[in-house]
């Protein structure tokens, strides 16, 4: 018989709890502020409604079953009468039906930062080149050559 436990079989409130008990805990406050579908919809947005929706929209808000979508311009007016197919493509991303309505506020979009250009490439190490060049397969070694070029940019 463990030490935690009572001779009853009850788990003594003073020893050690299973970590299944400590993870609502400390999930709750977190999940109050941002749902996981919220989240997951924050970050595949793009994805859920295509490149030039996601560049005119963004959800601001997912709460209750509704999503509230910020966008700017003509767009909502647009949205509302695509609203039913949006909802059905969202839910059938997500793989089940969080979405039920949607809300559009007028918003500008936030622009996003200016994207800084990569460092050029310098030339692969003699020893990658070598073994680069006695792969039979071209298709392989040009896509291991660029890897190789990726991961050589920054230097040492």
């Known amino acids: 018989m463990a030490k935690d436990s009572e001779p009853g079989g009850k788990r003594s409130p003073f020893g050690p709890q299973p970590l299944s008990a400590l993870v609502p805990r400390l999930t709750r406050p977190a999940f109050r502020k941002r749902s996981p579908a919220g989240a997951q919809l ?58 039920r309505e949607l809300r559009f506020i007028q918003q500008p979009r936030a622009a996003s930062p200016p994207v800084a250009p990569l460092p050029p490439a310098r030339p692969l190490p003699p020893r990658v080149a070598a073994e680069l060049d006695s792969l039979p397969d071209a298709g392989l070694r040009a896509a291991l050559a660029k890897l190789g070029r990726g991961v050589y940019r920054r230097g040492p």
């Open 42 to 99: 924050l970050a595949d947005w793009p994805a859920l409604v295509g490149p030039a929706l996601a560049a005119t929209t963004q959800p601001s808000r997912f709460a209750g079953g509704r999503l509230t979508i910020a966008c700017a311009g003509p767009v909502a007016m647009e949205l509302q009468y695509l609203a039913p197919q949006l909802i059905a493509r969202i839910n059938g991303q997500l793989g089940e039906a969080l979405v």
